[in-house]
């Protein structure tokens, strides 16, 4: 995924989630890799009339219980770390995306 | 699928999906990678980016062998547009057509893109 605001990605993600819930589809994870793992920060302050991706997406997977796995190896070089990241987010291996093409019937990617 | 598609050291796409493939590999799938488009300069040989302070990743391509990556393929028309012949290359990837690409890309169950 890309990094929030800077690219539709991460909207169109979470639009895409939320019409799958609503259609009756269960969703495994999401996994946040590249500049993906920027979404999980609570240091974000956009302007108050915009969306707040992060809340968004805490709020989402509270709702429907659904885990939010930031990839370890992308977010340290990103400066992102567990004490940054908001509540909903786990930090995790790579190989959990793996896990997750072979767990899941479809996976979805969101890229620029 | 992982596929590669930019180039590399412009953008960090081509590294982390490297280091995402060679997680795969210790799962023991039937992964493919294909060199397309711009993907194709990540594999070139010999490329000199001491300047940049960008770590040379291309040569760890030669790692996806030891992790039984065997399943590699360059797309014919974005290695010859951008002149490249195998012998450019840091691996030796299976040359395929664009129609093959195709065929090849409706058989897959997921993809990710780099």
Redesign the interface.
């Given at each position: 995924m890309e990094s929030p605001y800077q690219h539709e990605a991460s909207d169109s993600a979470y639009q895409f989630a939320k019409a799958a819930l609503a259609k009756g589809h269960e969703i495994l994870r999401i996994f946040f890799?590249?500049d993906g793992v920027l979404n999980s920060t609570k240091l974000m302050e956009p302007q108050s009339d915009d969306r707040h991706i992060q809340k968004r997406w805490t709020e989402l997977g509270t709702e429907n219980n659904i885990d939010f796995i930031v990839c370890v190896?992308?977010a340290k070089r990103r400066g992102i770390n567990d004490t940054v990241t908001a509540e909903g987010f786990t930090i995790g291996?790579?190989?959990m995306?793996?896990?997750l093409?072979?767990e899941s019937d479809?996976?979805v990617?969101f890229?620029a | 699928m992982v596929v590669f598609r930019t180039a590399p050291y412009g953008a960090i796409y081509s590294f982390e999906g490297l280091e995402n493939v060679l997680i795969m590999g210790a799962y023991d799938q039937d992964v493919s990678v294909l060199f397309i488009d711009d993907g194709v300069l990540a594999i070139k040989k010999g490329m000199d980016n001491s300047g940049t302070g960008i770590k040379d990743f291309s040569p760890t391509f030669r790692a996806l062998e030891a992790y039984d990556i065997e399943k590699i393929f360059i797309d014919r028309s974005s290695m010859e547009s951008r002149g490249l012949t195998l012998e450019d290359l840091v691996i030796e990837p299976e040359i395929i057509e664009a129609d093959a690409v195709e065929k090849m890309m409706e058989e897959q169950k997921n993809f990710f893109m780099f």
């Amino acid at each position: 995924m890309e990094s929030p605001y800077q690219h539709e990605a991460s909207d169109s993600a979470y639009q895409f989630a939320k019409a799958a819930l609503a259609k009756g589809h269960e969703i495994l994870r999401i996994f946040f890799y590249q500049d993906g793992v920027l979404n999980s920060t609570k240091l974000m302050e956009p302007q108050s009339d915009d969306r707040h991706i992060q809340k968004r997406w805490t709020e989402l997977g509270t709702e429907n219980n659904i885990d939010f796995i930031v990839c370890v190896a992308a977010a340290k070089r990103r400066g992102i770390n567990d004490t940054v990241t908001a509540e909903g987010f786990t930090i995790g291996g790579l190989g959990m995306l793996t896990e997750l093409a072979i767990e899941s019937d479809r996976l979805v990617e969101f890229r620029a | 699928m992982v596929v590669f598609r930019t180039a590399p050291y412009g953008a960090i796409y081509s590294f982390e999906g490297l280091e995402n493939v060679l997680i795969m590999g210790a799962y023991d799938q039937d992964v493919s990678v294909l060199f397309i488009d711009d993907g194709v300069l990540a594999i070139k040989k010999g490329m000199d980016n001491s300047g940049t302070g960008i770590k040379d990743f291309s040569p760890t391509f030669r790692a996806l062998e030891a992790y039984d990556i065997e399943k590699i393929f360059i797309d014919r028309s974005s290695m010859e547009s951008r002149g490249l012949t195998l012998e450019d290359l840091v691996i030796e990837p299976e040359i395929i057509e664009a129609d093959a690409v195709e065929k090849m890309m409706e058989e897959q169950k997921n993809f990710f893109m780099f």
